[in-house]
């Protein structure tokens, strides 16, 4: 096989602390401990080495990466490589003077998570009261130091319903952009799929909701959306393909194809403390597994959209199916996918609205390491 064209951005999951404990987190089911994060000097040399790769873009996240104390001098170093840098945010830690040394170290975007367009609720999605409110200060304090803003917003069952509103906030609060995803059931997703599965009546008009907004807020706001897999008909090519454009670290220097991947628990991860970030990248087993067509089964081996969707997402099919190889059960080409259809209808009637959150200990989620 030919050596793949260089990843477009790298995700850099700087912790798993975090003051929130949202029951859709995509972080794995066993978080990264503080005492085994990567140091200050570890990740410089990573982003020198995804300089070198040609990463275009590194995304500053976490859990939350504000808890980070070196982060002003990652995003320093990310600017001297001339790498575009994000910072992807629960936001309730910052304030001004932070917000204003982060710009000044050379940040350049700041997404913004929200949890629904109410206060009681989003505080009770995100497990963190007193949340939202400091959420929409935030925003304006980004917008004030001169940032760009994205918005982003997790939907499923329990705010769905407050779709005009969370795009209507969007706009309140200046921001260029709306990301509204459908949550992925993997991870604590998995664990809450009967809390968070929206109905089909919900989706559609949803898709509705979005397509009207779109065309009314043309050069006001850009919307990206993506729709559940649960009610598709064909599987989204997760991440751009397997291993064909982005790339993540987790805090303890494992390098996954996409943010879920340990999800997929029969594999394992090289760390950018064992082997050079490029060579991980190039023909390292994980990302070397379901790169390409030549690992499809069939249906998707001889389907027209193997280029397109790549097979779809491989932690779907593992959570659903027990095998990462096997056809997404996204697609209706596959034998799961009425099976799979079934369980988003029976799970969207249940009556449910409890969550099971995920636990750190305090002095974690405040941010103590010692």
Same mark, same amino acid.
């Given at each position: 096989?030919?050596?793949?064209?260089?990843?477009? /951005?790298?995700?850099?999951?700087?912790?798993?602390?975090?003051?929130?404990?949202?029951?859709?987190?995509?972080? +794995?089911?066993?978080?990264?401990?503080?005492?085994?994060?990567?140091?200050?000097?570890?990740?410089?040399?990573?982003?020198?080495?995804?300089?070198? *790769?040609?990463?275009?873009?590194?995304?500053?996240?976490?859990?939350?990466?504000?808890?980070?104390?070196?982060?002003?001098?990652?995003?320093?170093?990310?600017?001297?490589?001339?790498?575009?840098?994000?910072?992807?945010?629960?936001?309730?830690?910052?304030?001004?003077?932070?917000?204003?040394?982060?710009?000044?170290?050379?940040?350049?975007?700041?997404? !913004?998570?929200?949890?629904?367009?109410?206060?009681?609720?989003?505080?009770?999605?995100?497990?963190?009261?007193?949340?939202?409110?400091?959420?929409?200060?935030?925003?304006?304090?980004?917008?004030?130091?001169?940032? +760009?803003?994205?918005?982003?917003? =997790?939907?499923?069952?329990?705010? !769905?319903?407050?779709?005009?509103?969370?795009?209507? *906030?969007?706009?309140?609060?200046?921001?260029?952009?709306?990301?509204?995803?459908?949550?992925?059931?993997?991870?604590?997703?998995?664990?809450?799929?009967?809390? *968070?599965?929206?109905?089909?009546?919900?989706?559609?008009?949803?898709?509705?909701?979005?397509?009207?907004?779109?065309?009314?807020?043309? /050069? =006001?706001?850009?919307?990206?959306?993506?729709?559940?897999?649960?009610?598709?008909?064909?599987?989204?090519?997760?991440?751009?393909?397997? /291993?064909?454009?982005?790339?993540?670290?987790? +805090?303890?220097?494992?390098?996954?194809?996409?943010?879920?991947?340990?999800?997929?628990?029969?594999?394992?991860?090289?760390?950018?403390?064992?082997?050079?970030?490029?060579?991980?990248?190039?023909? /390292?087993? %994980?990302?070397?597994?379901? $790169?390409?067509?030549?690992?499809?089964?069939?249906?998707? $081996?001889?389907?027209?959209?193997?280029?397109?969707?790549?097979?779809?997402?491989?932690?779907?099919?593992?959570?659903?199916?027990?095998? %990462?190889?096997?056809?997404?059960?996204?697609?209706?080409?596959?034998? #799961?996918?009425?099976?799979?259809?079934? *369980?988003?209808?029976? #799970?969207?009637?249940?009556?449910?609205?409890?969550?099971?959150?995920?636990?750190?200990? $305090?002095?974690?989620?405040?941010?103590?390491?010692?």
């Amino acid at each position: 096989m030919s050596a793949p064209q260089p990843p477009m /951005g790298l995700l850099a999951e700087l912790s798993h602390r975090c003051p929130l404990a949202c029951p859709y987190c995509s972080n +794995p089911l066993e978080l990264e401990r503080p005492r085994g994060e990567l140091t200050a000097e570890e990740w410089l040399r990573v982003i020198d080495e995804a300089a070198e *790769l040609g990463v275009l873009q590194i995304h500053f996240s976490g859990g939350e990466p504000t808890l980070r104390r070196d982060l002003e001098q990652l995003i320093a170093r990310a600017r001297e490589q001339e790498v575009y840098s994000n910072l992807i945010t629960a936001g309730v830690l910052l304030d001004r003077a932070r917000i204003d040394a982060l710009a000044a170290a050379g940040l350049e975007h700041v997404q !913004l998570s929200i949890q629904d367009s109410r206060a009681a609720s989003a505080d009770t999605i995100g497990g963190y009261k007193g949340g939202h409110a400091r959420k929409l200060e935030v925003a304006r304090m980004v917008r004030a130091a001169g940032l +760009p803003l994205t918005i982003n917003a =997790v939907v499923h069952r329990q705010n !769905l319903d407050h779709l005009e509103e969370i795009v209507e *906030l969007a706009v309140e609060l200046d921001a260029v952009r709306l990301e509204v995803a459908h949550t992925q059931y993997y991870g604590w997703a998995y664990a809450n799929r009967a809390a *968070l599965m929206p109905s089909r009546e919900q989706v559609e008009h949803a898709n509705a909701v979005v397509a009207a907004a779109k065309e009314r807020l043309k /050069g =006001v706001l850009t919307i990206d959306y993506v729709v559940p897999d649960y009610y598709a008909k064909r599987p989204k090519a997760c991440m751009g393909g397997w /291993g064909r454009q982005f790339l993540n670290v987790t +805090p303890t220097g494992k390098v996954l194809p996409c943010h879920a991947a340990e999800s997929i628990t029969d594999m394992t991860f090289e760390t950018v403390r064992e082997r050079p970030l490029a060579a991980i990248w190039e023909d /390292g087993p %994980a990302f070397e597994r379901f $790169r390409g067509t030549a690992w499809m089964p069939e249906p998707c $081996r001889s389907c027209e959209r193997r280029e397109i969707d790549f097979g779809g997402c491989r932690c779907q099919a593992f959570a659903l199916t027990g095998d %990462a190889a096997a056809t997404d059960p996204a697609c209706g080409k596959s034998p #799961e996918h009425a099976s799979m259809v079934g *369980l988003a209808e029976t #799970e969207s009637a249940a009556d449910t609205r409890d969550f099971v959150y995920r636990t750190m200990g $305090r002095k974690e989620r405040a941010g103590r390491v010692d």
